[in-house]
């Protein structure tokens, strides 16, 4: 079994920045795929950007290219999110994701991809 604990969420200023971080346990060893999703009250779970650990290949919501960056520490065995310039539209909770396989294009934004999932972490940004 593989466990995910989300940190970094807090409270910020529209155009300011958060870093969250992802660290995973148990079973991590067969991870391949990390990702973020996110999801606000009332609406779907979001995809908003993942990695692979072989090739260098990271994905991007449209909606946070040119403002996040994904990243791993594969000797830590964590996933990070870098948040620059947010908005208040960027409010939800943010969760990180696990697979157990490798992902490409449109496979990598479906939630059903992932087989573990983190508790999330809240992220506000204030007008």
């Known amino acids: 079994q593989v466990q995910l604990v ?4 807090g409270l910020v200023q529209a155009g300011g920045s958060l870093r969250l971080s992802c660290a995973a346990s148990g079973r991590s060893f067969s991870i391949y795929t990390m990702g973020w999703f996110r999801q606000a009250p009332g609406m779907e ?3 908003v950007a993942a990695i692979t650990w072989i090739g260098d290949r990271t994905y991007y919501a449209d909606s ?4 996040f960056t ?8 964590t996933v990070s999110l870098q948040m620059n310039n947010l908005k208040p539209e960027d409010t939800a ?3 990180c994701a696990a697979s157990n396989d ?3 294009g449109y496979d990598c934004w479906r939630p059903s991809t992932y087989d573990y999932w983190g508790q999330g972490t ?3 940004v204030s007008s």
């Open 6 to 9: 989300e940190s970094g969420g």
């Open 45 to 47: 779970r979001e995809f």
């Open 64 to 67: 946070v290219k040119g403002r």
């Open 70 to 77: 994904i990243s791993t520490d594969n000797a830590k065995n």
């Open 93 to 95: 909770d943010f969760y």
């Open 102 to 104: 490798y992902c490409s």
């Open 122 to 124: 809240q992220v506000t």
